[in-house]
């Protein structure tokens, strides 16, 4: 059976998946785009529903998206949609494409499902704003490690096509889950979770803590920090020296320091 074939940009699916960048069409559908072989591997093997899968071989990079198409296509397990070069550049949003863009169900995470080991590295992000931040935090909590990450007060939408391109499609990889304050704090002490915030106001060095143990990272947004609430209520606070005219790093650096760091302790 031939894969269904679409050639005009004004194509209601084309303006569809245009419509998909907006949280509020998102939000609506419970739907999100996925663009990238990488990013859309990295879906399909954390258990992403892909519903529609667009592909436009004239942008191909690489043998390894013809093979990848093939691939679904025998397994029958995604509706197939060629287009042609014209309405692919209208529907994708990234520069460079690689040809394929897909539709996917939206997941969501409880903190009621969270199965913590017995020494968890859990990441807390307080009101992140920007989506290329988020992405960048996600790859490095990905990659040291953390058991999962938990948004308190995010104004940011987990499926914005910036925050998935710059995690590199890793933003599937890890448990996000989004909760509210005071149910956190309730639920970090019955665990027994050691709470640490990042703050410049401290004399404590993020090296000077004990990551072996159970251990919430606290990090808050990019222009105010970490709330009073947390800053008040956390058992310890750290923060990174700067040797520099500096005074401090960009949020996804300092995470990055901090993480691989209870990797080393860890390790």
Same mark, same amino acid.
């Given at each position: ?26 939000? /609506?559908?419970?739907?999100?785009? &996925? ?7 990295? $879906? +399909?093997? @954390?258990?992403? @529903?892909?519903? !529609? ?13 013809? *093979? ?6 025998? %397994?029958? %397990? !995604?509706?197939?949609?060629r287009m @042609? ?29 969270? =199965?913590?080991?017995? *020494? ?15 992405? $960048?935090?996600? /790859?490095?909590?990905?990659? %040291?490690?953390?058991? $999962?990450? &938990? ?8 499926? =914005?096509?910036? *925050? ?11 448990? +996000?889950i989004c ?5 956190l704090a ?10 640490? %915030? ?13 990551? !072996? ?20 209520? !956390? ?18 650096? $300092? ?13």
């Amino acid at each position: 059976m031939e894969d269904a074939y679409i050639q005009s940009r004004q194509n209601d699916q084309v303006k569809n998946l245009v419509k998909l960048r907006e949280r509020k069409h998102r939000d /609506r559908q419970e739907r999100f785009l &996925i663009e990238g072989l990488r990013e859309l591997g990295h $879906a +399909i093997g @954390s258990g992403y @529903s892909i519903e !529609t899968l667009y592909y436009c071989p004239e942008y191909f990079p690489s043998a390894e998206h013809t *093979a990848f198409i093939e691939e679904r296509r025998r %397994a029958d %397990a !995604t509706s197939l949609v060629r287009m @042609s070069e014209d309405a692919f550049n209208k529907a994708t949003y990234r520069e460079g494409p690689d040809g394929i863009i897909a539709i996917a169900k939206q997941q969501r995470h409880s903190i009621h499902e969270l =199965n913590v080991s017995d *020494a968890p590295l859990l990441l807390v992000l307080e009101g992140i704003e920007k989506p290329g931040n988020l992405g $960048a935090i996600l /790859r490095s909590a990905e990659g %040291a490690g953390a058991d $999962a990450v &938990i948004l308190v007060d995010c104004v940011l939408d987990l499926y =914005n096509p910036n *925050a998935i391109r710059s995690s590199q499609g890793l933003v599937f990889a890890l448990p +996000i889950i989004c909760t509210e304050q005071s149910f956190l704090a309730k639920w970090l002490t019955a665990h027994k979770i050691q709470t640490i %915030a990042t703050t410049p106001d401290t004399e404590n060095l993020h090296w000077d803590i004990d990551y !072996t143990l159970p251990t919430a990272l606290f990090f808050g947004s990019e222009s105010d920090g970490l709330s009073d609430l947390w800053l008040s209520s !956390t058992d310890q606070r750290i923060r990174i020296p700067m040797a520099g005219r500096a005074d401090s790093l960009n949020v996804a650096a $300092a995470a990055a320091v901090c993480l691989y760091e209870a990797r080393r302790q860890r390790s």
